[in-house]
């Protein structure tokens, strides 16, 4: 049987000149609860966390508008601004969030012009490495949308344009409006309802963003597990590390374009999912765990 290891790449190229590693950070939780609504309670140890990540080797980190809203923006800039030269910052926009529990679809080009705008002055920037549409709005055509994107990105605002829960036609559509550089739809090693944009992306050499990377429900050593979430219990015995590690570590090898944004509002989690880069699985391992 062959137990080779299989050597995976730390670096993907957003854009074809945004190089960043694959294990970024996803700014989600760092918002008010319930709902993601209003400042985050813990503020400077917010920026604290930030700060490390950065200092772990954290160079894309993903944030939106609706975060807050425009909360986690500001603890962005307000923790990282001056920000490194090589960190890439990915925002969203497109959605309206009143309350915590009132998310509405909003593409019309006039209100992705505010958010872009809004985003810019809340990141203390003169322009947005990545934006990417939140989700399609079926109020407006989908064209229309993009195109008012594109029409920002000739203007200087946005550096690459990026679109999120779409479908393989809405990206097809996308593209042949103007470049696409990212598509940031659910899939974990649990849920696989992306393959198909997945397999796209990565013939297309476009970064592909996994939110929900390790499942609705974090996995934990000694929790009860399904049979597909024991085999990552397994192999994380055998490494001494944890299951979710390996679940991020099988993300990394699955596809070259992956860049992985695992959230969290602890520093000692945060070290754990970057240590996730460094774990090696050899070809029986991946050929297990690919079984589900």
Known sequence: ??????????????????????????AMRLTGQPGNFGPYANWEEGEQLLRRAVELGVNFIDTAEAYGPGFNEEIIASALHPYPEDLVIATKGGINKPTPDNIQADGRPESLRRSVEASLKRLKLEQIDLYQLHRPDRKVP????????????????????GISNVTLEQIEE???????ASVQNRFSFSEHTNQDILDYCTQNKIAFI???????????RGAPLATSEGILADIAVQKGVKPNQIA?????????????????????HLEENMAAASIV????????????
Do not use: C
Not at 9 to 20: E, H, N, P, R, S
Not at 211 to 219: F, K, T
Not at 284 to 291: G, H, S
């Open 1 to 26: 049987m062959n137990n080779s290891s299989i050597s995976v790449t730390t670096k993907f190229a957003i854009g074809d000149d945004l190089l960043v590693n694959r294990i970024g950070y996803g």
């Open 174 to 180: 996308a593209i042949s409006i103007v470049e696409i």
């Open 281 to 292: 699985l050899t070809s029986e391992e991946l050929t297990a765990l690919n079984q589900f």
């Open 210 to 220: 996994p939110y929900g990377s390790l499942g609705a429900h974090p996995l934990k």
């Open 142 to 161: 989908f064209a229309e949308s993009i195109g008012a994107l594109a029409k920002l990105k000739q203007e200087g605002k946005i550096r690459h344009i």
């Open 248 to 268: 991020l570590a099988w993300l990394l090898h699955y596809a070259p374009n992956i860049i992985l944004i695992p959230g969290t509002t602890t520093i000692s």
